[in-house]
């Protein structure tokens, strides 16, 4: 096996200790910047850019504008009373942050390497080996941090630790190949089964996605497709039964349904962005009993 360079560093915005929804066991799931994908349901919004971000909190704020008078890059200004951030202006410096009176403005995104990552998931190595669990990659999407995923779960693999990754499956298959040799498990995100209707929800294509999946499960990986189920975007019957006939194409009898829900509302408020799916009421397993009896009727073994 190829020797890992633990000095390898990459941006992340949250690691999430004894996840049970991750993938099998307990898990230590490690959150990385950056994704391809733009969906107007996301729930981690502040895992889009790669970059570090400057949150805004307007409960917490007392409009002093020291924020504004202090950052070297003027990345920040007032537009009716709401701090705006420009972030291809922001160097990611977090002077605000650290100076702001009112701790109204955090920072998310930080530069990590192999090895600080590592330490922390290894912390729990115990609860791996008693539960089946491991490591999860997710985001943001890992494969726009190619290099950085890659040596962190030749890592994992190195210290016998179980990997897997949440992913869209938006790459080229070389970086898709390069990236997911060394992935146990893949949970893939399945946005929509519709190419136009993908790029209306996501901003790209499901082209590359499909590709992918098909691919990982002929060489053998052990996939399991999680579709968001998404108010007025999927959930319709027809779209329960044209998802089932996608599956069945790339190879596949089963999948995992992820009721919407608003646990990434707020975040949109912090960003002090647009959020296209405010106040729509969540979904419950309960909601969807027609939806998951479509996938079952057509052959796939479907469960929230």
């Known amino acids: 096996m190829t020797t890992t360079n633990r000095n390898t560093t990459g941006i992340i915005f949250n690691i999430q200790k004894f996840s049970v929804n991750d993938g099998p066991g307990i898990r230590t799931t490690v ?31 007392i409009n002093c504008h020291h924020c504004i008078e202090t950052c070297p890059k003027n990345a920040m200004k007032t537009i009716d ?55 999860t990659l997710s985001g943001g999407e890992l494969l726009l941090q190619p ?24 790459a080229t298959e070389e970086i898709f190949d390069r990236v997911i040799e060394y992935v146990d498990y893949i949970l893939f995100d399945m946005k929509h089964w519709n190419t136009d209707k993908h790029i209306e929800g996501t901003g790209v294509s499901n082209k590359l996605p499909l590709l992918n999946m098909k691919h990982a499960i002929d060489n053998g990986k052990t996939v399991l497709p999680r579709i968001p189920v998404i108010p007025g975007f999927n959930d319709s019957l027809d779209d329960a039964k ?17 009721p919407f829900h608003q646990f990434g509302e707020n975040k949109y408020h912090l960003l002090n962005i647009k959020y296209d799916y405010e106040n729509v009421p969540s979904y419950h397993p309960e909601d969807l009993k027609e939806y998951l009896n479509m996938f079952k009727e057509n052959n796939i073994n479907a469960f929230f």
Do not use: M
């Open 31 to 61: 959150f990385l910047k950056g994704c391809p994908l733009r969906c107007k349901w996301c729930a981690n919004p502040e895992s889009q850019l790669i970059q570090t971000q400057i949150l805004w909190d307007p409960k917490k704020c």
């Open 81 to 135: 009373k709401s701090i705006k951030i420009n972030h291809s202006q922001c160097s990611g410096c977090e002077k605000c942050v650290y100076e702001c009176p009112k701790n109204a403005l955090s920072a998310q995104g930080e530069q990590k390497s192999v090895e600080e990552v590592l330490k922390i998931v290894l912390q729990d190595q115990a609860f791996y080996e008693e539960s089946g669990g491991g490591l």
């Open 147 to 170: 290099e950085f995923s890659r040596e962190l779960l030749l890592a994992a693999k190195e210290e016998g630790i179980h990997t897997c990754c949440e992913t869209t499956g938006f």
């Open 242 to 258: 044209e998802f089932s006939k996608t599956l069945h194409n790339i190879g596949i009898n089963k999948c995992q349904l992820l």
